[in-house]
């Protein structure tokens, strides 16, 4: 079945560094993805829709210019989290479509923690 | 708007018990999908069903059962004879022709443990 993969699956970095988190989909084109992100014990929240060749849709509240997002084919999309701080720290999750409409396919996720 | 709610923040049951996970939503889609998806404690998000709005049939799979009722905007999910890898947390998650069928609006989740 179609799979999303997701990596890395945990990352720590220092505070002001900047971690760099790809999805991929392995057996299907995926023109939009979309980046999740959920804090400890609490519910997934939408971030972005990321568009293959075109520029990402943000959620209200969500700050583009952190939360860097490149879909440059489309098999693989990238959120860059720039210069994380502590607060950042969260588990980061990707989802992509197929063009066939089943439901979505969802990465393993990325666990950040920011020291 | 959209919104999924989950009343049960955790649920404890004994191994072989029924438990049976409330999802309420609103939506003022026309057209919308209800999902069920399992988070173990690894992380990962397991798709369990996607239900179309107009489909409001029950679904029986395995000792997993579904119960849509849009009178009461319910989606509930039964467990039969629950075992301890049935532990983990329940999302319940809806989409809608609004927003777009991909874009998933989250409940809080439920944790459900299992105890042998």
């Known amino acids: 079945g179609a799979v999303v993969s997701q990596h890395p699956s945990w990352v720590i970095c220092k505070s002001g560094t900047s971690v760099k988190i790809e999805c991929r989909s392995l057996?299907?084109?995926?023109?939009?993805m979309f980046w999740y992100r959920q804090f400890p014990k609490q519910s997934l929240m939408l971030m972005a829709t990321?568009?293959?060749?075109?520029?990402?849709?943000?959620e209200q509240g969500v700050e583009k210019d952190k939360f860097l997002i490149n879909h440059a084919s489309l098999t693989l999309s990238t959120l860059t989290v720039t210069s994380a701080h502590p607060e950042d720290s969260s588990f980061y999750i990707c989802?992509?479509?197929?063009?066939?409409?089943?439901?979505?396919?969802f990465g393993n996720g990325t666990r950040l923690t920011v020291t | 708007a959209q919104k999924v709610t989950q009343a049960q923040t955790e649920i404890s049951v004994v191994e072989k018990e029924d438990v049976t996970l409330d999802c309420v939503y609103e939506?003022?889609?026309?057209?919308?999908?209800l999902f069920w998806y399992k988070q173990p404690p690894s992380g990962e998000l397991v798709f369990l069903i996607r239900?179309?709005?107009?489909?409001?049939q029950n679904e029986i799979s395995g000792r997993y059962s579904w119960n849509f009722q849009k009178s009461t905007s319910s989606f509930n999910f039964t467990i039969t004879a629950s075992q301890v890898v049935d532990s983990a947390v329940y999302f319940c998650?809806?989409?809608?022709?609004?927003?777009?069928?991909?874009?998933?609006?989250f409940g809080t989740g439920t944790r459900l443990l299992v105890s042998p």
């Open positions: 998650a809806l989409s809608g022709d609004r927003t777009g069928f991909q874009k998933l609006v």
């Open positions: 057996d299907f084109q995926a023109t939009t």
């Open positions: 990321s568009n293959e060749g075109s520029k990402a849709t943000y």
């Open positions: 989802s992509a479509e197929d063009r066939y409409n089943s439901p979505l396919h």
């Open positions: 939506t003022r889609d026309t057209t919308y999908y």
């Open positions: 239900r179309n709005s107009f489909d409001e």
